[in-house]
């Protein structure tokens, strides 16, 4: 295998930032990763999984190897009569296996078409969009125990998802590599199009009967409208979750800021919308350098060229104390920062 030294990390996060490693190589099978840690040389080295670098900030040089997962394939596992189970490499591109998935008229994974990275970061991070979440899908994944060498099978339930969280963020945060994961998708779709902007587009597309198809398409229309492409600026997607409040939080927020944007959720609880909070502040549009918000998404920050992960981080932190101080509510990051 070709292990490479001092590479520059610009192509491989999409944030285009220009970290170096000391150590750079790839690995297609569960088997190439365990030679690469286990040889002596490498022993006690930190190591990286890296997939689709979509959703990190390189805020220095990585003093160690960066492994990039490109474990590869589609292939469907059982079916019943209502559903279809279909394993993904970890290394396979998220948008690709969604639009395979739509081609095969396999429903569940609509709502979250031109989402960027790879399969395998799905369930660390229980990516979501337009009401739709991974863990709504999700039915298995293969991981590899970066310490002991084995591969351990995780259930939905001992993922422990939660709002861009599972135990891959938290409890194990570095302690596997993720090498498969198998989505129960349904033959019969049962279509979610009541969150953001899906019926409207659906509209102006003249749709009139609807499908996992016409839903997938009115969302990669919604997202490449309001979204920067990474391939041109370069970004990370949303940067900061939609934080989670009490009532009496947000009763008191309603009466000061009338046209908050909200909604509640489980336990009484109400959800804001970070990006109405950040271009409350003024951020919308903001630039500083080469670093800045993106104009028409205000969750998103971006990379005008050469901005360094210092930067964008830099900023990241100015805008989360300005929401603080206007409204009181600390905004968390949730691109991972490296």
Known sequence: MLISENVLLRPYNTFGIAAHTRYFTSFSSAAALQEIL????????????????????????????????????????????AHVYVKAGAGENWHGFVMDCIGHNRAGL????????????????????????????FYELEAFNLEDFTTVTFNNPE??????????????????????????????PHFNIKYGAIEEELKRMGVHELSIQAISQAVINIRSS???????IGNAGSFFKNPTIDATTY????????????????????????????????????????????????????????ASGEDIYRLSQQVLDSVHAKFGVDLEREVNIV
């Open 110 to 137: 609509e709502n979250l078409s031109l989402i960027p990275g790879n399969v395998g970061a799905s369930p660390m991070q229980n990516i979501g969009a337009y009401g739709v979440e991974i863990r709504d899908t």
């Open 226 to 232: 309001k979204l920067p492409n990474p391939a041109e």
């Open 38 to 81: 286990s040889a002596p040389e490498r022993r006690g080295l930190a190591h990286m999984i890296l997939g689709g670098g979509s959703n990190m900030l390189f805020t220095k040089d990585f003093d160690g190897i960066i492994l990039k997962n490109e474990i590869k394939g589609i292939t469907v596992v059982k079916e019943d009569d």
């Open 251 to 306: 009763e008191r927020l309603k009466t000061a800021f009338p046209h908050i944007v909200a909604y509640p959720v489980e336990g009484g609880h109400y959800k804001l919308a970070a990006g109405w909070l950040i271009e409350q502040c003024g951020w919308k549009g903001y630039r500083e350098g080469d670093a800045g918000v993106h104009a028409k998404q205000a969750l998103v920050l971006v990379n005008y060229g050469h």
């Open 159 to 188: 993922c422990e998802f939660g709002y861009r969280e599972s135990v891959f963020k938290r409890k194990y945060k570095g302690q596997f590599a993720i090498l498969s994961v198998t989505f129960k998708l349904n033959k019969n």
